[in-house]
């Protein structure tokens, strides 16, 4: 089966070796061509123009942004390009709103379009080893499933609906998100009585909150350790806003995400735009004059 | 050792069987002498006052609150009848500035002060697989950690000071509540673009947040199981607005604590004083204009 | 001078009544004809197209929001219609990126941009009370000042750059709501200890707060009027929403406007989206199980 | 008529001076005795302690805190010293709870509870133009109401219930308290975009805030001036969580409230203990990485 894949950052070149160690012909393309060489010696095809990518069977696509995604897919011409019977997967993080619109926009031109964001960071990418939420027509699904496989560590069918893959992928940054400021916040309150983050964070990890998520994210906080970012902090606001987009649309109201948002907005006023997201659990600290 | 025990609320009396089990003399007093009469068939004498569990080597205490510790054991007179080396522990959530008024009044009287506040809910306690939380003079711990060990599945040690114990079991409910709130906020969030809150969890708890505490709530939620209560609404309230008063009295605020906070009186104005305080997720689908 | 005038609702009919007593010529359109058939009785040109009101020497504009702006002015040709020296004159609450964006593009084609967003609600507006921000080029705004009189009560500069105007009528509109949530929670707080809200607003609006905003508002409140509406919630909805993304743009945390804006939601949730803006205010009643 | 008065600070300093030169013979009683002396040096007799001042006909309180006056008043043994039919004008912002409280042990004793809280700020206070917000037994504030015009502009009656002027005093500061937030946030939104505070005040402040309050603190915040204090931040801090408090007493949730006392709390922990509470908002711009 010949395969598309376009946006080589972090995610997407280490999804994109895996499905090339698993057989796959691959063309890709990235915006700056470093990235896209680095494949091409692991035996892909770099190609000029995102429409390259669209002479294929599948397309992967992780890129950035809504926004991005208009410009190199929906508004390049790229789809003019398209083979009969393409099906579009898209990795990436993107609007509820967003992935309505291209899931309709493809269907009229008779492209399916799976959505099949991921749970993980790139180390988890690089190892293979993605959660993939997954939601579009069964056929489409069944169809595609084989290549998610080559870089997941499990599937999870969300229905027919594309775009409840979205909601799912922003609900659970959101979660995590939230779950960043509660570690800041109630660390901050510890360290005011002399206990340290670190002592506090064995307690939760041990017991009640012995999660992959608070173990990661409690070890980056009380070392303070925000760069190199996995996942920069503007980034997370950006989820946090698609999420209070998909409330606002549906008339849910989403306190704690707006919490989040101007905490996020806070930390980038004080310059951690190159800071990993967990540093939103810095703020917790500036704003009761103490340091982690 | 002879110990005394008040306070044979659900929590206490699965504490007082464990010891009990484990062969120590035990006077036990409550205020409904019913739950006194009950491990009293088990073994152990019940007495008429406080005062009489205070004849001891070692009280444990389990009640309510700063008042009602306050009008049972400080100004009782139940200290009057302190054997001499007697160490209290403090099994209780409580301020943290009760625990540090009462740990010195004790320490005038010759009286030991541990606070080992307990991670666990009732059937946890039966169970006698509590997380104790300790902290205190090292000898007095060290004194008591052997009956600690009769009902606890882990003990954490957390220095000299007793208040440290009780800043780390309200940073603990503090982040039980928060994840509460987070479930809440997610799932009606899901559920307004269809897809069913048990769903959102599956995902949640099967990757990034495989967590006890999250598998246990997002259970309730899913299923709005908030009757028969383990922990009440109430009871929440009280601790979030405890977390809140420690962070004032050492400038940190906790705004994702005010927001829990509010929430869960609006919850209590809608009628939910005798909920399980999961039902906290309930006001996210409530102000959507969804139900669960 | 010949004047152009498009979008002619309950502030643009106002307005444009009052150009048209100064003996002005005007040339309207509006969406539905009903409104621009009213204006011709009383001396108005109606044109079919937008584009017809572009053949003038100032256009002035009262349209709902930045799409409906794009749609009906930016991309529908217009602009092509346009006489040299045009100004165009935008009276909309528009956000602050558009009044950049529309500003930029029109001077591109050598047609002066004003911003003259307004204070009132339409009665003041028929009154023609209104007050004026306005902000642009000095000779464009010399010009147009004597048509801005003719339906103002005061005028107010800020400066060459137009989105300052913007900028400021967001910050009122925010303030303004603000104070309905102010108003709410007051009121609130003092019904349920038996103070009647209006006993509460005569304390403030006769001492502190005697201002026009707060004796209008407090007697729609107190009185429970929110039909017909003045200004509908979903308008106040989208100007929070508005100065939420001109923070977030500049990296300014506004956590008020973020609670406004989850209250806003949280009423059209709740069935209100008809209502006037002041019906926000009722949120804090049923949050508290009351009613005003 | 014979006055007690204790309480001397700024604000009972400035009363009772009104008193005096009402022709009213005074007993004072401060903490510190240097303010006595002032006013003895008017024409008061300084009494030695609290009690003295309770040989009188009517006692004024203007004492800081609910603490303050338990200890001072109420367990200090000066109520057993009251003449018959002594009536206690309560002049300081105190809680509801305690407004309760004291209203019926004063009520067991035969002594008379009248609460009187004022709005105003020192100067106000000397030039005797203070608005009084009173409540009590219709007979008790007859007698004392034209003691009260001695000092006010006008006074507001609020019914047979004291607590009832505790209320609308708390509600009026919360209002106060949300100005300035409100102030701050619109003010760091403009600057950001170049518009001066004191430019977006004078639109605010010139039209739909044309209020006392409005006037006071904008300039207050466009001048950064806060110090000296006229009322300090904690003051401030301590009303919004008297409101909280009276909130939670009966289910009424405060949200806006709440960002309130998060916002104090930071600014104590910025070192603004010292500053006027207008300098909450500066917090909106310190946020925002900027200065007023």
């Given at each position: 089966?010949?395969?598309?894949?376009?946006?080589?950052?972090?995610?997407?070149?280490?999804?994109?070796?895996?499905?090339?160690?698993?057989?796959?012909?691959?063309?890709?393309?990235?915006?700056?061509a470093?990235?896209?060489?680095?494949?091409?010696?692991?035996?892909?095809?770099?190609?000029d123009?995102?429409?390259?990518?669209?002479?294929?069977?599948?397309?992967?696509?992780?890129?950035?942004?809504?926004?991005?995604?208009?410009?190199?897919?929906?508004?390049?011409?790229?789809?003019?390009?398209?083979?009969?019977?393409?099906?579009?997967?898209?990795?990436?993080?993107?609007?509820?709103?967003?992935?309505?619109?291209?899931a309709?926009?493809?269907?009229?031109?008779?492209?399916?379009?799976?959505?099949?964001?991921?749970?993980?960071?790139?180390?988890?990418?690089?190892?293979?080893?993605?959660?993939?939420?997954?939601?579009?027509?069964p056929?489409?699904?069944?169809?595609?499933?084989?290549?998610?496989?080559?870089?997941a560590?499990?599937?999870?069918?969300?229905?027919?609906?594309?775009?409840?893959?979205?909601?799912?992928?922003?609900?659970?940054?959101?979660?995590?998100?939230?779950?960043?400021?509660?570690?800041?916040e109630?660390?901050?309150?510890?360290?005011?009585?002399?206990?340290?983050?670190?002592?506090?964070?064995a307690?939760?990890?041990?017991?009640?909150?012995?999660?992959?998520?608070?173990?990661?994210?409690s070890?980056?906080?009380?070392?303070?350790?925000?760069?190199?970012?996995?996942?920069?902090?503007?980034?997370?606001?950006?989820?946090?806003?698609?999420?209070?987009?998909?409330?606002?649309?549906?008339?849910?109201?989403?306190?704690?995400?707006?919490l989040?948002?101007?905490h996020?907005?806070?930390?980038?006023?004080?310059?951690?735009?190159?800071?990993?997201?967990?540093?939103?659990?810095?703020?917790?600290?500036?704003?009761?004059?103490?340091?982690?």
């Amino acid at each position: 089966m010949q395969i598309g894949f376009v946006g080589l950052g972090h995610m997407g070149s280490g999804i994109a070796a895996h499905l090339l160690r698993n057989g796959h012909s691959l063309k890709v393309w990235n915006r700056s061509a470093a990235a896209a060489r680095t494949l091409a010696d692991q035996g892909a095809e770099a190609v000029d123009r995102p429409a390259g990518a669209f002479d294929a069977d599948v397309v992967f696509c992780m890129l950035a942004s809504d926004e991005v995604i208009d410009a190199v897919v929906l508004n390049s011409g790229a789809l003019d390009q398209a083979r009969a019977g393409l099906i579009f997967v898209n990795l990436a993080t993107v609007s509820v709103a967003f992935a309505r619109r291209a899931a309709a926009t493809m269907g009229e031109r008779g492209i399916g379009y799976v959505a099949a964001p991921v749970l993980g960071r790139p180390d988890v990418a690089a190892a293979g080893a993605l959660n993939v939420l997954c939601a579009g027509a069964p056929e489409a699904v069944a169809r595609v499933r084989p290549l998610l496989e080559s870089f997941a560590k499990a599937i999870w069918p969300l229905g027919d609906e594309p775009y409840r893959a979205n909601v799912v992928k922003l609900a659970c940054n959101f979660a995590l998100a939230s779950m960043i400021e509660t570690l800041g916040e109630a660390a901050a309150l510890a360290k005011a009585y002399g206990v340290a983050p670190a002592d506090l964070f064995a307690v939760m990890t041990g017991t009640l909150f012995a999660a992959p998520a608070y173990k990661t994210y409690s070890a980056l906080i009380a070392g303070a350790e925000f760069s190199p970012a996995a996942f920069k902090l503007p980034l997370g606001l950006k989820d946090v806003r698609l999420s209070l987009a998909a409330g606002e649309a549906e008339n849910v109201p989403l306190p704690l995400a707006s919490l989040l948002r101007d905490h996020f907005i806070e930390a980038i006023a004080h310059g951690d735009q190159d800071k990993d997201w967990s540093a939103l659990a810095e703020g917790a600290f500036r704003r009761s004059g103490q340091r982690i």
